[in-house]
Every structure is written in structure tokens, then in C-alpha cells.
Nanobody
Framework: QVQVVESGRGLVQAGGFLRLSCEASVLTFSIYNLGWFRQAPGKEREFVAAIPWRGSSPYYADFVKGRLTISRDNAKNTVYLQMNRLKPEDTAPYYC??????????????????WGQGTQVTVSS
């Protein structure tokens, strides 16, 4: 099984920045893509960004609009989410997820089979 663990939780003011990390372990050779999702209270889980475990071409949700950047360091088995110009509506727990079941990059949570516990991002106004 693949394991993913998020880190980088924090409380920042609007306009600030945070970097989240997601470290994958165990059967990392089986990963096709790693993605970030978030789920604010009372809302459905929402796709944020994803990146292939090998290769380039990240994929972003429309609301990202250049504020967030996903990147990967295979030597460390880690994917990062750099979050800039944060807004109060970005407040949510953020989840990292690995997909070993579909080769094409996707925003659909159902195609991600390993999930982390989540890390909280809080943006104050």
C-alpha cells in the first residue's frame, strides 16, 4: 500500500502564503498521480491541483488562477503545494491523495485510492 502524509498546516492572514508538503512512502513506484483536495465545512471535497508522479504537466482547478503551484521532488518522494495570496475562502483542511489506478491526471476524487489525514489551512481576514 501507498502511504501519504501531509504537513505544513498554519494560520495566516489574507494575502499571506503557506507551503504544504505531502510525503509518499511504501509502494511509491505504483503511483501515477498525486493530487491536493480541500473540504471546507458543509461543502463537498474540492479538487485543487494534481501532478504526475513522473513527467510534468500539472493540472489546476480554475479557482487557483496562478495563486497556487504544485511541484514534485522525486528524490524525497514529496509533492508540494505553494499557496500565495491566500484568501479567507481558502480556509479548509487540505488532503493529499495518490492515484495508483488511473494513468491520466484527473480531478475526480474517486480515482485517488490513498488519502492522507489532512492538514488545516486557516486564513484570517
Amino acid at each position: 500500500q501507498v502511504q501519504v502524509v501531509e504537513s505544513g498546516r498554519g494560520l495566516v492572514q489574507a494575502g499571506g502564503f503557506l507551503r504544504l508538503s505531502c510525503e509518499a512512502s511504501v509502494l511509491t513506484f505504483s503511483i501515477y498521480n498525486l493530487g491536493w483536495f480541500r473540504q471546507a465545512p458543509g461543502k463537498e471535497r474540492e479538487f485543487v491541483a494534481a501532478i504526475p508522479w513522473r513527467g510534468s504537466s500539472p493540472y489546476y482547478a480554475d479557482f487557483v488562477k496562478g495563486r497556487l503551484t504544485i511541484s514534485r521532488d522525486n528524490a524525497k518522494n514529496t509533492v508540494y503545494l505553494q499557496m500565495n495570496r491566500l484568501k479567507p475562502e481558502d480556509t479548509a483542511p487540505y488532503y493529499c491523495a495518490a492515484s495508483t489506478i488511473v494513468t491520466g491526471i484527473t480531478s475526480l476524487p474517486g480515482y485517488y485510492d490513498y488519502w492522507g489525514q489532512g492538514t488545516q489551512v486557516t486564513v484570517s481576514s
